[in-house]
């Protein structure tokens, strides 16, 4: 399967089962190129093994193409285009800055030395610090400072700012916005801080059971989604246009989220509003806990 | 910088109101320079495209000119057009309500114009 130029990722019928649990049941999307998207949804939902197969770092079933190439045969080829920041640190507790540095320019062909120590600079990093010496934050920055001066298409983040203080994570998107991302780069970030990064991303995707339940430019949510403030004598009618979700505020107050139905129906209701994105995921993850 | 958007306009349409209501106000000024896409993506945390939806609509309305490779700046004539587009605005939309409401509690349209001079000093 060869997806058009201008997709990065394309995934059709994506699974992969563990002895126990379905990761992933027939996961079809495709990322555009020059994007910021969002793979968002609950632990357990399939999220990290969903990046692992985009990166050719587990086995999978059904079609998947990475910038051109089948990460399950074409690792090699594929690695030169992608970057990847894990949730977990990976760097030896014994190394330091100017050690890794060499070892990033030893091992990737389009790593450019002379960026990634004028991103250094402007951290409280110093060449001679080894990674035992750092706070989880400069970890971050660490590995952001890598990443950034890789002429990679495609990076990946799983939860790149777990952990951080407000602070650090507020200046690691400042970082990619400013002196990373352009038109021909794709970034895909998974997240718990939803709120946090729902103004950078350009998609969201919503992962739940292995399966993606929600697709949608963010420019779209707007138009197909709406919050209704009801009071009580008005349930049965606005229920009869089969909101998604609903719950109780105090006072007898509910209020209805709807998918598709024209905002100016919704407003002879009540009072409308846009929902936010960690309105949306509450509503569509309803239940997978319990 | 943290900045509050509210969830009912798209962002880009407030990142817009931003820009003008700083043209209106001088802060922005005939001739200056606008900070960079990347520049207001990164500070406000917003994706490049909605900022570049705000700028080109700006300049659609040519309040802004964009010049290749240079940067964008506030057109020359910019706070003009956006104070003869407010004054319309006004006499069509608000003013109409305001004379009924000072018609409905009979006042005096002399002693409301006591202290008030055509360009908005006192007398």
Request: glycine residues 6%; neutral net charge.
């Amino acid at each position: 399967m060869n997806a058009p130029a201008n997709m990065t990722v394309r995934a059709r019928g994506l699974s992969k089962r563990f002895p126990n649990k379905v990761a992933l049941d027939h996961a079809d999307f495709d990322i555009p190129t020059g994007r910021i998207v969002g793979l968002i949804g609950p632990n357990g939902a399939g999220k990290t093994t969903a990046l692992k197969a985009i990166l050719g770092l587990t086995q999978f079933d059904g079609q998947l193409d990475v910038l051109g190439f089948d990460p399950r045969t074409q690792r090699d080829q594929l690695m030169e285009q992608v970057c990847f920041i894990a949730d977990v640190a990976i760097l030896p507790r014994w190394i330091r800055v100017r050690e890794v540095i060499d070892f990033v320019a030893g091992v990737h062909p389009r790593f450019d030395r002379a960026k990634c120590e004028r991103f250094i600079a402007n951290t409280q990093l110093k060449p001679a610090m080894r990674v035992r010496e750092m706070s989880k934050g400069m970890i971050v920055q660490l590995h952001l400072a890598l990443v950034m001066a890789i002429d990679a298409r495609l990076l990946v983040l799983d939860e790149p700012t777990l952990g951080l203080d407000i602070l650090y994570r507020k200046q690691f998107y400042q970082r990619l916005l400013e002196d990373y991302f352009d038109e021909n780069k794709t970034i895909l970030v998974t997240t718990h801080q939803v709120e946090e990064i729902e103004h950078i991303l350009t998609d969201v995707m919503f992962i739940r059971d292995g399966k993606i339940v929600l697709n949608s430019e963010m420019e779209n949510l707007a138009d197909r989604y709406t919050e209704v403030m009801l009071s009580a004598d008005r349930l049965d009618a606005a229920r009869a246009l089969n909101p998604v979700d609903e719950r109780a505020l105090p006072f007898g107050k509910v209020v209805m989220l709807f998918d598709g139905v024209e905002r100016g129906h919704l407003e002879s209701f009540g009072e409308t509003r846009t929902p936010g994105l960690a309105d949306l995921f509450v509503a569509t993850m309803k239940g997978t806990y319990a | 910088m943290t900045v509050q958007w509210n969830d009912n306009t798209p962002i880009y349409r407030q990142l817009r109101e931003k820009v003008i209501a700083m043209i209106l106000d001088g802060v922005l000024k005939e001739g200056d320079a606008l900070p960079s896409v990347r520049q207001v993506a990164g500070d406000f945390q917003l994706n490049p495209i909605t900022v570049s939806k705000a700028y080109q609509e700006l300049a659609n309305e040519n309040l802004i000119d964009k010049r290749r490779g240079v940067g964008m700046y506030v057109a020359e004539g910019a706070r003009e057009q956006l104070l003869a587009s407010e004054r319309e605005r006004f006499l069509r939309e608000e003013w109409p309500l305001l004379m009924q409401r000072i018609q409905r509690l009979g006042l005096d349209p002399k002693r409301l114009l006591q202290g008030f001079t055509a360009n908005g000093e006192q007398a």
